[in-house]
């Protein structure tokens, strides 16, 4: 991924800036996310079970697009309704077409990063259920996996290549596989839907594994048109 591809793919589809929204529990790598496409630290990221993006924040790349970092799910049932109400605030959030005068969302894309590392998920899948679903279209809705490098706790990590062993490999393409088998019979509910969730993609930001991957991954799946909502 480059800027060149990135600014061609949005400027064909006419939305500048573009809005994507980056949701997932605490520790889940937002934040060192942004920060691996930015190559410096913006995005504080948090250090040990303390989260440290705990408001809705934008980090503009260039004129075509722009990211939002929010706070981390899963400390606390009530943080998480408060961090609901934030996120749910924002992506119901609208500003007017300055040529055309036509109220649009302001946020286009939402993409769930998600722990690698993790078994349990429930935090993740009520994000999705409860506060994502209801405010946007499964078709702009990304699931990543991030901490590609920790996801059996260091090991089948080549350091000296940057990349997974086969073995560590075959077990992040199954996870990968489960997570979006899981979103898909339960939370998109597939039998009525004909929108398929594309298959999540892997990375580290950490150590930069497939970084160009994961941008290039949410180029691919832009939505065309800009996001209206219904009151």
């Not at 061609?8 to 605490?26: E, K, M, Q």
């Not at 996310?33 to 303390?50: C, H, K, M, P, V």
């Not at 993409?111 to 994000?127: E, F, K, N, Q």
Request: proline letters at 4%.
């Amino acid at each position: 991924m480059n800027l060149v591809s990135l600014n061609n793919a949005i400027s064909a589809i006419g939305i500048r800036p573009y809005d994507v929204l980056f949701v997932g529990a605490t520790g889940a790598g937002k934040s060192s996310t942004i920060n691996s496409y930015f190559l410096q630290e913006l995005a504080i990221i948090g250090r040990g079970a303390d989260p440290q993006t705990m408001q809705c924040k934008s980090y503009r790349v260039n004129e075509n697009l722009r990211i939002h970092d929010s706070p981390g799910f899963g400390d606390s049932p009530k943080n998480d309704r408060a961090h609901a109400k934030k996120i749910t605030k924002l992506l119901k959030q609208t500003y007017t077409d300055e040529t055309s005068r036509a109220k649009f969302a302001l946020i286009d894309m939402c993409v769930v990063i998600v722990d690698a590392s993790l078994r349990d998920l429930g935090s993740t899948y009520w994000l999705i259920d409860k506060v994502l679903k209801p405010n946007l279209s499964e078709d702009r809705i990304l699931i990543a996996l991030n901490q590609a490098d920790m996801a059996m706790k260091g090991r089948g990590w080549d350091e000296t290549k940057n990349a997974p062993t086969p073995k560590l490999r075959a077990f992040l393409d199954e996870k990968a596989h489960s997570i979006h088998k899981r979103i898909m019979e339960n939370n998109f509910n597939s039998a009525q839907s004909l929108y398929s969730l594309p298959q999540p993609v892997y990375y580290s930001a950490q150590t930069g594994y497939n970084v160009d991957k994961f941008f290039d991954f949410i180029i691919e799946n832009l939505p065309k048109q800009r996001r209206i909502i219904d009151f």
